[in-house]
Each structure stands twice: as C-alpha cells, then as structure tokens.
C-alpha cells in the first residue's frame, strides 16, 4: 500500500494509529474462503484492536465477536455483531458480567473453571434462564511461542483439563440452567507452527466424540485464536492448512467450526505514525526521540517485541539507533539499534505492524493523551477516535477537587 504518511500526520496530527480497511477486508475473506464448504464462524477477537468502527468493519463482513469482558460485549453490540455471533470467554468473570451476557442473550459464555459454572449455573437460575455455555480445554500443548502469550499448558491459568471438563459436560448437562453447545481452546499466541494447533484440535476432538457418544451434544468447536502474522522474517501458518488441519481432526463430527483471530485480522493492518523531536548521542550511543512512546504502543517494552520501524522518504547514510519516548521510564523504546537515516524535527517515523495490542493497550501513562485513530479504505481516510483531550482526562477527577 502506497500511504502519503505526510499529509495524514498533517491532517490528524502525531501521534497516529492508522489502519488500513481494505487489508482487514482481505484477511477476513481470505480466511473465511479457506472455510467454503463447512460450516464456520468467525470470531474477531475484540481486544486486538476494539475501535469500534474496525469491529463494525468485520461485523458487515459476517464476523462474529470473541469478548473477554462485558465491555468488550458491549462494544460488540454496539458495533452491530448479530448477538449469537459473540461469545464471552475469560479467566475471571463477575456475577454482574454474567448476568448482562445472559441478558443479552449472546451465542455463549466460555467458561474456564468448575466454579465458574457454578456461578453461572446461579445467575441463569435467578434470571429464570438456561446459560448456553462452552468449556475451554487446556490440551497441555506447548504452542512454541513467547512464554508470556502462551496459554496452553497446565502451568498457565487458563481453562480445564480433559477429565475435569468431561466431569462440567456431565453436570451441566444434567443442569436446568446449563445448556452445553461448545467447546474450545486458544493455546497461545502469535502460533506459526501449525502442529501444536493440530494436535490439540485432535485431542479435543477425541472428547467431542466421547461426549457425543453419551448424547452430549456439541455443535460448536472452537480452536480460538492465535494464528501468527509477520512482523519481521516470520514464516506464518498458510490459511488452507490451518483449516483443513482442523477439518481433518473433526473428520465426521457434525460441528460448526469456529476460531477467533485477532492478531491475524489487525496487525498488519495498522502502523503507528510519530513525529521525530530530536536526536542526541549520549557516550557515543544514537538516540531517536519521538513524540509517540510506550504508553502509546507498550509491545516492545512489554514483551520486546519486535516492530519495523522506517522513516519513508528521508535520505542520508544509515547508522543504527534507538527510537525511545518522552516517557520517564528506561524501558520506554520503540526499536533498538534500528537502522535509520540522519533524522530532523518534524520527521515521520512509522512503526509497522501495530494494528493489533496496540491502541487497546494504551494508557495516559505521564498524562499523555491517546493517539487518535484513522481508517484509509478505498482511497479514503477517515477519523475513527478523535486525539484524547487533557480535559478528557481529567473529566472523571476534576468534579472531585476541593
Ligand atoms: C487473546 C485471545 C484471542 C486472540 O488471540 P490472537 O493471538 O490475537 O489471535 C482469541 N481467543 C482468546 C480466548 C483470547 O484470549
């Protein structure tokens, strides 16, 4: 995509997350074509990049939600996703989360403990309503990823295992208040290795066929999300072998096929656009500062994480620096050692690949404001989230002054 970085930083200031529709648009119906001729769902994983007008985006396409908060329920709703295309999933759901999904009526909620069905088992008696509900599984396969996206190991907190969730079929089964209709599992993210996910669909798969054979029956298998994207020299999942990885695994089970990718869908998609403000060399070190900074984009102090970083359309012998924030924190960088040229004020630098745990993950960290927020489709750019006002930021506070 050819972007004119300079005037969209000119129209909506620095910084900028920008994210490119048409790119979704893609990755949304190339996935959903390697599904033709089984019946699938899509469920965009909100919290990738939960602006309202990128869910509303996937929505018109026929995505469904996967929420983990009741907030990101509503923003789903709001948004304009069919309710039963969400599902709320989540380690640690309050009782007035419950009830709301229930409420709302929504495809189903996931549950990942014993006691969490016994607390929605309670909230759907008190509202006279039967919870539709899925287990997560923890297949206790290791996704080969960062230690901190990884999800499906006993070690880690998320879901059940086999046998305890066979025990949750059973009970909710027999429940008044519990309809079982799916399962699932997310083993991690930013997967490029396709085997652990393969694995793990057959393992859980095995216990679909267990359940059905005790007429427990499961019409929704959900293999999550977490399939990798590029942000450097990565190898990704091809989209066909995914699905018919999980087709094969599901070979004569009569499910509907889910999986909820966020990272896949927004990634690369957006790039964040920051002004240079200065360089400086301290004991011979190059630095780069910028006016965008961790509590804009935190992946690469939060997880080191890798992102392209260029300064388009500037001239000049590369050297390598570091590109940091105005943050007082070490810790606060975009990329270090990054190749660049001799850079003035008022350059654009752009960090790639940052549609995804990007903006949902920013702060006022240092009473900065939040980026705005720009989509381009079709040759067009749009407002999508006004820049953040200090006045917005103090609007909860200021009542309170004495
Ligand atoms: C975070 C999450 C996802 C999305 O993960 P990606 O790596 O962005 O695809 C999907 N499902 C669940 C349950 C999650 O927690």
Request: aromatic share 8%; with cysteine; net charge negative.
């Amino acid at each position: 995509m050819s972007i004119d970085y300079k005037a969209l930083v000119e129209k909506y200031g620095s910084p900028l997350y920008m994210y490119d529709f048409d790119y979704i648009e893609n990755r949304y119906v190339t996935l959903k074509e390697a599904f033709a001729g089984k019946k699938s769902l899509i469920n965009y994983a909100v919290k990738a990049n939960s602006n309202l007008s990128v869910i509303q985006h996937l929505a018109k396409l026929g995505a469904g939600a996967d929420c983990v908060s009741i907030g990101e329920v509503y923003r789903a709703l709001d948004a304009g996703v069919d309710k039963y295309k969400i599902i709320f999933s989540g380690v640690g759901k309050r009782d007035d989360e419950i009830e709301e999904a229930l409420k709302r009526d929504i495809l189903m909620l996931n549950l990942e403990s014993e006691a969490e069905m016994k607390r929605v088992e309670l909230v759907a008696k008190k509202l006279g309503k039967e919870a539709r509900i899925s287990i997560r599984v923890n297949p206790n396969i290791d996704p080969q990823t960062h230690p901190y996206i990884s999800t499906g190991l006993h070690e880690n907190k998320f879901g059940v295992e086999i046998d305890m969730a066979k025990r949750m079929y059973i009970y909710a089964n027999k429940s008044e208040h519990l309809n079982p209709v799916g399962i699932h599992f997310h083993i991690g993210s930013q997967l490029t290795n396709l085997d652990p996910i393969r694995e793990s669909a057959m393992i859980v798969a095995d216990l679909v066929r267990s359940l059905k054979a005790i007429k427990i029956d499961i019409k929704f298998f959900d293999v999550g999300g977490g399939i990798g994207v590029v942000y450097d020299d990565e190898t990704p999942i091809a989209e066909q072998a995914y699905v018919d990885a999980i087709a094969e695994a599901t070979k004569g089970l009569d499910v509907t096929l889910m999986c909820e990718p966020g990272r896949y869908m927004v990634a690369n998609a957006g790039a964040f656009f920051t002004k240079v403000l200065y360089e400086k060399i301290n004991s011979g070190k190059r630095f780069v500062i910028v006016d965008g900074a961790m509590n804009d984009l935190i992946r690469p102090s939060l997880y080191n994480a890798y992102h392209k970083i260029e300064a388009p359309g500037v001239e000049g012998e590369k050297s390598e620096a570091d590109v940091v924030g105005p943050v007082c924190e070490s810790g606060d960088f975009f990329g270090k050692n990054v190749a660049l040229p001799p850079l003035a004020h008022g350059d654009i630098v752009v960090v790639h690949s940052a549609g995804a745990y990007g903006f949902t993950m920013a702060s006022n960290y240092n009473t900065r404001p939040k980026p705005a927020e720009v989509a381009l489709q079709g040759g067009e750019d749009r407002l999508i989230r006004r820049r953040e006002t200090y006045e917005d930021q103090v609007r909860l506070e200021k009542e309170f002054l004495r």
